[in-house]
């Protein structure tokens, strides 16, 4: 059985395909890292929100803990792409700590929307808030992925406390293990959709250029009844 300290025997596979993301959809689209063009400006802008709001000494932390070499900045969709790597939970995601995040994606836009239906139910659930009436609207994001990552499709029966469904304590130090090697990510199998595929993504400069698809809709008429409805029709 792999575990975490056998990160040696995981293949690496070339992925180079289209992927979907789906973000909450936050206005204004254009954000900080979108308008500065050096890591230095970028640390100045938020060393300055910083003193308006002490909770972004977390995010200062996550993002110097990026390399200058990766880091997105100056162009159209870096503040999307930076967001996911330095605004997280303090839980963590499945291959990401509360030290620093990842840029999570699907193979496919409907493995995208299960995945984000599951966390989005799981978010109302634990802040107690009535889900029926509630209205959610995400965009995608589409981004070409053209690298090597470490692929464990297909080893759910080597690594099933890896696959655990709602527990990360076995996947997270995997993650740490791959991205302190240099790793670019994990590619791996969805625990959502029976046939999706995701992709974790460790490092912002693999991303670009990320183009944003169509927009969402998430109706909550009950606990079980849910209406999703595409909201425009991007070529």
Not at 64 to 89: C, D, N, W
């Amino acid at each position: 059985m792999l575990g975490a300290g056998s990160n040696d025997n995981i293949p690496v596979s070339r992925i180079a395909c289209k992927t979907h993301r789906l973000i909450n959809s936050r206005h204004p689209t254009v954000g900080v890292f979108d308008r500065v063009a050096s890591p230095d400006q970028a640390r100045a802008a938020m060393l300055i929100e910083q003193l308006t709001n002490p909770r972004n000494t977390a995010i200062s932390e996550r993002f110097a803990r990026i390399p200058a070499k990766e880091l997105v900045l100056g162009q159209s969709g870096a503040t999307m792409i930076m967001a996911s790597f330095i605004h997280t939970y303090e839980t963590g995601g499945r291959f990401h700590s509360a030290q620093l995040g990842a840029w999570y994606a699907s193979f496919s836009i409907t493995t995208a929307i299960r995945e984000t239906v599951y966390h989005q139910y799981r978010r109302l659930r634990q802040s107690h808030m009535e889900i029926r009436g509630t209205i959610t609207q995400l965009r995608e994001l589409v981004s070409n992925i053209h690298a090597d990552f470490h692929d464990i499709r297909g080893l759910q029966g080597a690594m099933p406390d890896v696959y655990a469904k709602e527990d990360y304590t076995h996947s997270q130090p995997l993650a740490f293990a791959l991205r302190k090697s240099g790793s670019n990510g994990v590619c791996y199998a969805s625990v959502r959709h029976e046939t999706g595929e995701n992709i974790a993504v460790f490092k912002p400069s693999l991303l670009p250029p990320v183009q944003q698809g169509d927009h969402y809709q998430y109706e909550w008429y009950t606990d079980a009844e849910l209406v999703i409805r595409k909201l425009t029709n991007v070529a």
